[in-house]
């Protein structure tokens, strides 16, 4: 087989790649030694910002396969009939640690789809767990300083997580099931993954329902204990990375099946929480879960930075009978999303690889960073204009509604949905089993018992406060942990 030549990145074949040009034998190396220039000057480039969250991560290519028919519900040609299918790429992460922390971290877990449809990409970022921490994006820039680094010290605190929560009393069910051993998953491949927000499907009729996604994973839940993580963070930070590699390069290709429950408008006006809050879930028995597919992964990409690292993903990205709902903080993801890929990797990321839609892009963008012409050449970057072949279908026109109200304000959030325990109190008397609520409780304290300063026990006492208002027993036994003293005004608040 005839061997390839060494080139420069503009081609020119070279020779010297080990050793650089000298003024003799030992003398200076020379600046006009441009090969050597070229190769240290892309070396010290060869990096990105990182995701300021969800900056470590997992990434493979897959299949997704349509399984059910629930094309009443929505026109999006993927849905369109049993047996459909398309290449789709996932990836998984932590939230606040950073590209070198450990990925099995009690965190929740980024849990990111892109679908490659015929009618374009379709992005699903969700995590592991079907609520969040706050449900209006406005407070999403504080709550993530809390779970990263403080300013001065530039070390991780207790004090300011328990802080933010416990001023935040919307935060208590995510808190739980992150305290639970679903904080701490057994790699990637043996959890549940959920779209967490509310979406609509908007079917050939155009009528509206509204979704929630729910991917169940096929291998069986799986959770390291708090100890076990731990554990394992010191001896492989990377376990999730080599799980998730191993299993797919031994063919043992991960599945998961996908979900949804629907919930029509009329209902949503019914309904005993407010729909599009994300820090609530639907209950399955009012709403139950309906099969729609099958989700393998069986591609490991053949190169992490440029697959997994500069992949991007949008709740903005939708294709024709899948679009967004009135949840505040997906209406603020919508912007924020892409607008952090554009600063991260580029204006014309999504001409990469990995982010590009394989079947066709036809607009009038152009030129920016990367700018890659190869697709539209000389084509006209207006419109309209009487040279190219474009034209907008109607059959793509946007959903139209009515709004409830004309009334512009910043509403409180927790105005007529300020029911923050039913919930999380529901999921320790009745989703979790002995074993787990112990776990639970010993987890909590492990991470209370990290609160110091000057105001730790006005912290401490704020949120055994949410604690009793969700379950005495969960209260008094966190309470009773801390040595914290019970008093009438503390249970008064339970109530």
């Not at 969700?126 to 609520?131: E, Q, R």
């Not at 051993?181 to 927000?197: E, I, L």
Request: aromatic share 12%; net charge negative.
């Amino acid at each position: 087989m005839d061997s390839k030549k060494l080139t420069l990145s503009n081609g020119a074949p070279y020779f010297e790649h080990q050793d650089s040009q000298t003024v003799g034998p030992r003398g200076p190396v020379l600046l006009q030694d441009f090969i050597l220039q070229e190769n240290l000057a892309h070396f010290v480039r060869e990096r990105i910002p990182e995701r300021i969250v969800h900056a470590k991560g997992s990434g493979a290519y897959g299949t997704f396969t349509v399984t059910h028919d629930i094309s009443q519900y929505t026109k999006a040609k993927l849905f369109s009939k049993v047996g459909n299918s398309c290449r789709m790429f996932a990836r998984f992460s932590t939230v606040g640690g950073e590209k070198g922390s450990a990925d099995t971290a009690r965190d929740p877990r980024g849990f990111a789809l892109k679908f490659y449809t015929e009618d374009g990409n379709w992005d699903l970022v969700g995590n592991n767990t079907p609520v969040f921490f706050i449900k209006d994006a406005k407070k999403f820039p504080d709550f993530i300083h809390t779970q990263k680094r403080v300013p001065k010290t530039n070390l991780k605190s207790a004090t300011m997580m328990w802080d933010f929560w416990s001023l935040n009393p919307e935060s208590l069910h995510q808190v739980l099931i992150l305290m639970s051993d679903r904080g701490t998953p057994y790699g990637y491949r043996h959890m549940h993954g959920f779209g967490s927000h509310t979406f609509s499907m908007i079917n050939d009729k155009n009528e509206r329902v509204w979704v929630k996604f729910h991917f169940k994973t096929k291998q069986g839940v799986k959770n390291f204990t708090d100890e076990e993580a731990v554990k394992m963070a010191g001896e492989n930070p990377d376990f999730a990375q080599e799980d998730l590699c191993n299993a797919i390069e031994n063919g043992d290709f991960p599945k998961w099946t996908l979900y949804i429950q629907v919930m029509t408008e009329e209902q949503a006006k019914d309904f005993r929480w407010n729909p599009f809050d994300v820090t609530k879930v639907w209950f399955h028995d009012d709403f139950p879960l309906i099969e729609v597919g099958e989700m393998e992964l069986n591609e490991v990409p053949v190169n992490y930075f440029a697959h997994v690292e500069q992949s991007t993903f949008s709740p903005s990205s939708l294709i024709n009978g899948i679009s967004f709902s009135p949840d505040k903080m997906l209406q603020g993801r919508l912007f924020s999303y892409p607008d952090a890929h554009r600063y991260r990797v580029g204006v014309n990321a999504h001409q990469l690889e990995v982010n590009r839609c394989p079947f066709a892009v036809n607009n009038y963008q152009r030129d920016g960073y990367m700018a890659d012409s190869s697709h539209y050449q000389d084509k006209p970057n207006y419109h309209p204009n009487s040279f190219d072949d474009i034209k907008a279908d109607s059959d793509y026109k946007s959903f139209e509604y009515e709004l409830d109200s004309a009334h512009v304000a910043s509403y409180n959030r927790n105005d007529n949905d300020s029911d923050h325990y039913t919930q999380p109190g529901l999921l320790y008397s009745k989703a979790m089993n002995t074993e787990d609520r112990d776990r639970l409780i010993q987890n909590i304290i492990g991470s209370m018992k990290g609160i110091t300063g000057p105001k730790k026990d006005e912290i401490i006492n704020r949120q055994l406060c949410h604690f009793f208002r969700a379950n005495i027993e969960l209260g008094m036994k966190v309470a009773s942990q801390l040595n914290v003293n019970i008093d009438a005004n503390m249970m008064n608040h339970s109530k």
